[in-house]
């Protein structure tokens, strides 16, 4: 039987305008300041200077499918290395800078299935 814990929280009030405010004076978005906070988190709770957050992108990179309704995410993985004793502006402007070289280096599932194996289009169900 699998289990699960459930951890009740709120964010304080005025949290959300800090942040935006934050985001706004760093130049990057609320969910890039939230994923550098992230990552500065892991690197103090793993020690490790280098860590890898696993994320999706919208995947909607042709015009014709920004209005079809359906699942067209694209996972990605941004590696920010970070000295232990960097600030959280330096934690949100390097993950910001590896948040876009992530997303210029991007492929979907099928493209890189096709690359390793030029015959998938042939034998997937």
Do not use: K
């Not at 941004?78 to 949100?92: F, K, R, S, Y």
């Amino acid at each position: 039987m699998r289990r699960s814990i459930r951890t009740p929280f709120r964010f304080a009030p005025q949290l959300p305008g800090r942040l935006a405010r934050a985001a706004a004076q760093w130049r990057t978005s609320p969910f890039i300041a939230l994923l550098g906070a992230y990552r500065a988190l892991l690197g103090a709770c793993t020690g490790w200077d280098r860590v890898v957050i696993g994320t999706t992108l919208m995947g909607r990179t042709p015009a014709r499918t920004r209005d079809v309704v359906g699942q067209f995410t694209t996972n990605t993985y941004v590696a920010v290395t970070l000295p232990p004793d960097a600030t959280m502006q330096e934690a949100v402007s390097a993950t910001h800078t590896e948040m876009l070289a992530a997303m210029r280096h991007a492929a979907s599932f099928h493209t890189i299935a096709r690359a390793v194996n030029r015959e998938f289009d042939r034998h997937r169900p």
